[in-house]
């Protein structure tokens, strides 16, 4: 009977830990899906090879994969183990508030007249964005070793 | 807050993967908290103290700092 129950809640750690993974690689696939349609998506609008209807298509098939590849991160934060999750949770507290900055930097700049928008658009913001994120889940792993 | 993690697993001769599975974390998880880089949440130290047959006061206690 013991044995039985050891062995139920071992094998039931096991799933855990597996179907964690699994949700990670998940999130991972659905990232790069999300690239795999953004940076084309970026290239086609910015040259102007498509007519206007279409390129309202072209430019929201991202914005359903990004939403897409956000439930699947979502979905992998809550089966994470708790230090992954403190990791997680830490670059993107870091990310958000380097961006946030970023942006108030940009906005009183732009106030005073001083502004470049060839470094500073809103796709260079996504960029930037994704950039403090990495930032914030490097210091965050390093903080915690793992 | 200091641990006596590693005295425990030695104890039961397990290594830092076997504890991990048995409470249902990454081995990395593990011995963030081993090394007391990060401090377990009650249930996670309920598990830890339940796997190897003790209490979460003899696996955690304050420093003396801390107290």
């Known amino acids: 009977m013991f044995t ?4 139920a809640k071992h094998s039931t750690s096991i799933f855990m830990e597996r179907s964690g993974k699994n949700e990670s690689q998940n999130s991972v696939i659905f990232a790069l899906i999300y690239g795999a349609t953004y940076l084309p998506a970026a290239w086609l609008l910015k040259h102007q090879m498509i007519g206007k209807p279409l390129s ?16 699947k991160l979502i979905k992998a934060f809550s089966v994470m183990d708790e230090v992954r999750q403190r990791v997680q949770l830490e670059a993107v507290v870091i990310g958000f508030s380097l961006t946030a900055m970023l942006i108030m930097l940009l906005f009183l700049l732009e ?9 500073f658009g809103y796709g260079h913001l996504v960029g930037y964005c994704w950039l403090f994120y990495f930032v914030g889940w490097f210091v965050s792993k390093k903080k915690y070793d793992v | 807050m200091k641990n006596t993690i590693k005295v425990e697993r030695a104890k039961k001769n397990w290594t830092q993967a076997d504890l991990a599975k048995h409470i249902g974390i990454s081995r990395q998880g593990l011995n963030s908290i081993e090394t007391g880089k990060f401090i377990p949440s009650t249930v996670l130290a309920l598990r830890m103290a339940k796997a190897f047959n003790t209490t979460v006061e003899v696996l955690f206690q304050l420093d003396d700092t801390e107290q």
């Open chain 1, 4 to 7: 039985y129950l050891y062995e």
């Open chain 1, 56 to 71: 309202i298509i072209v430019a929201i098939i991202p914005i359903i994969t990004f939403a897409v590849f956000v439930l």
């Open chain 1, 111 to 119: 106030l005073c007249g001083v502004s470049n928008p060839g470094w």
